[in-house]
């Protein structure tokens, strides 16, 4: 296959593939979302070190190796069952609940501001 017929090819598949998008997105907008259970997918970033400088450089500017410790950055997802979009978010709320006559405040992930996410 020529390059030329190739990148027609290509064009034409990133049309469909804009087109699809466009359908997909449309059809998620007007979906009345089931959301199902919360999912906890927290971002974890490993622990690493910055070497410093070389020790035959030592001086009085001299740097040393600096560990930065493992982070982890708390997120949740949502999917909805009937059209399969779904959001994320880091936010938590408040939530109170009764029980016995017991008030319990915990933390629950909050979507209110999330966008919807199609693929
Ligand atoms: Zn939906």
Redesign the pocket.
């Known amino acids: 296959m020529s390059n030329q017929s190739l990148r027609k090819e290509i064009k034409n598949l990133e049309a469909e593939l804009n087109r699809k998008i466009l359908t997909l997105g449309k059809e ?1 907008r007007f ?5 199902s259970g919360i999912v906890y997918t927290p971002i974890i970033n490993e622990a690493y070190t910055i070497p410093g400088d070389p020790v035959e450089t030592r001086g009085s500017d001299w740097r040393g190796p600096v560990h930065v410790p493992q982070e982890t950055i708390p997120e949740w997802k949502r999917t ?6 779904f959001q994320t978010t880091r936010i938590t709320k408040d939530q109170v609940t009764h029980n016995n006559g017991l008030q319990t405040i915990s933390k629950v992930p909050d979507f209110k501001h999330s966008t ?1 996410q199609i693929r």
């Open positions: 998620c979906c009345q979302h089931n959301w909805c069952t009937l059209c399969g979009s919807l």
